[in-house]
């Protein structure tokens, strides 16, 4: 994958040791950008449709497993992201539980690899959790290529 080079093993460890960044975002990705940035891009390359269909459909059955065992707020994440993967307009990415499953492969991937005293596949997840709570917090954005942040 290309976008691995975006990744700057000091930004990461700037992101993970240091102070949390101001409201105010300059031109530039930030580390958390850039993490769902290559969710983007690994659901993009990865999830062929036969492999949307064949996910959507683990994941309706595993719904189903969860209602039938009385756990229904994971039985509605589970279709809402079968759901999500059964709609060709929607970035699959974009669903929480795609997401999180898309950043456990990348962060397999990355094995060993480390940066700094961490494991850069824990970095990863972390920078995903991170980007995930400040959606929610602030709902979704858009970056310009000019770098102007705009919400959505």
């Known amino acids: 994958m290309t976008t691995k080079a975006a990744f700057s093993p000091s930004e990461w460890q700037q992101v993970l040791e240091g102070p ?25 390359q ?45 970035a699959p990415e974009r669903h929480p539980l795609v997401r999180i499953l898309l950043g ?17 596949g824990d970095l990863l997840l972390e920078l995903i959790e991170r980007a995930s709570q400040q959606q929610t917090q602030t709902g979704p954005t858009e970056t310009r290529p000019s770098g102007l942040i705009l919400p959505r």
Do not use: K, N
């Not at 064949?54 to 994440?77: H, K, N």
């Not at 962060?107 to 494991?119: S, Y």
């Open 104 to 120: 456990a492969g990348l962060a397999r991937l990355l094995g060993t690899e480390r940066i700094g005293d961490r494991r850069a």
């Open 20 to 44: 949390p960044t101001a409201g105010l975002l300059v031109p530039g990705h930030t580390p958390e950008q850039q993490a769902l940035q290559l969710i983007a891009e690994a659901a993009q």
């Open 46 to 90: 990865a999830l062929t449709p036969a492999l949307r269909r064949a996910l959507g459909r683990r994941l309706e059955e595993t719904g189903y497993i969860f209602v039938a065992t009385d756990r229904l707020p994971v039985a509605r994440l589970a279709v809402a992201a079968a759901r999500a993967l059964a709609d060709s307009a929607t």
